[in-house]
T-cell receptor, first 115, second 113 residues
């Protein structure tokens, strides 16, 4: 079974530049999550989609971060403009549904370095 | 509001000795609880989960965890540590009433030869 695919694996940009990350969830998974994991911390939920609708984006810095999930499958996360503190690993995860007891499957993440 | 606290940021054990990684949670409703493992440069992998069935949950690689409602704990244990267990471990709480997922800050497990 194919897992959650993310690209790119690594990205280095200068502050104030923009960047985009892509995620392809497991086929048939309705729920998709984007997490930000800063070095030494646990993942923090940025946004959660149920199909192509946003369920929770309360922790997404909407002045610079945006995400979309067109057609309820692939998703992109964008940062514009980037700040130094955005350096982190961005994890995408998907689950079959949004029930609390459903396991989430994670991609390997995109490591972003802002210089 | 729900929260999860991993009491130790680092744990070191010798190979072949027991492992105990501690996790306490706070939840107003019946939670689901998970342990995930993250090896260097790899994605998060589910070790085990509790979803209101048996309180003692067995997972992969010999790990298990016990849900103790009275202590609001979900500690992860393994009888005998192996070098390959060295990784970061995350305790996760999720509400069954809604779909928020909260990660703990993680515990880095070091295995001494």
């Amino acid at each position: 079974e194919a897992g959650v695919a993310q690209s790119p694996r690594y990205k280095i940009i200068e502050k104030r530049q923009s960047v985009a990350f892509w995620c392809n969830p497991i086929s048939g998974h309705a729920t998709l999550y984007w997490y930000q994991q800063i070095l030494g911390q646990g993942p923090k939920l940025l946004i959660q989609f149920q199909n192509n609708g946003v369920v929770d984006d309360s922790q997404l810095p909407k002045d610079r971060f945006s995400a979309e999930r067109l057609k309820g499958v692939d998703s992109t996360l964008k940062i514009q403009p980037a700040k130094l503190e955005d350096s982190a690993v961005y994890l995408c995860a998907s689950s079959l549904n949004n029930r609390g007891d459903t396991e989430a499957f994670f991609g390997q993440g995109t490591r972003l370095t802002v210089v | 509001a729900q929260s999860v606290t991993q009491l130790d940021s680092h744990v070191s054990v010798s190979e072949g000795t027991p492992v105990l990684l501690r996790c306490n949670y706070s939840s107003s409703y019946s939670p689901s609880l998970f342990w995930y493992v993250q090896h260097p440069n790899k994605g998060l992998q589910l070790l085990l989960k509790y979803t209101s069935a048996a309180t003692l949950v067995k997972g992969i690689n010999g790990f298990e965890a016990e849900f103790k409602k009275s202590e609001t704990s979900f500690h992860l244990t393994k009888p005998s540590a192996h070098m390959s267990d060295a990784a970061e471990y995350f305790c996760v709480v999720s509400m069954n009433r809604d779909d928020k997922i909260i990660f703990g800050k993680g515990t880095r497990l070091h295995i001494l030869p």
